[in-house]
């Protein structure tokens, strides 16, 4: 049963920003690679980290996505 999407887990986890959250970040973006939506996930964890102000954590996501 599928719960939420890949990208919906990425921005949770990214959101979250715990070091166990960025290993699980790492593991989907192995598993899924290609497929994700890359373009959403920045789009939405965008907006969610600034507002958190913790722009480093979205610099890491950038890193880990590739982009």
């Excluded at 789009?43 to 610099?59: C, F, G, P």
Aim: with cysteine; glycine share 6%.
């Amino acid at each position: 049963m599928r719960i939420c999407s890949a990208e919906d887990l990425v921005i949770l986890k990214a959101f979250a920003g715990r070091h166990i959250d960025w290993a699980g970040i790492e593991r989907v973006v192995a598993r899924i690679g290609l497929a994700l939506d890359v373009d959403l996930i920045l789009n939405e964890a965008t907006e969610l980290l600034e507002a958190k102000e913790a722009l480093s954590d979205l610099e890491s996501l950038r890193a880990v996505l590739g982009r």
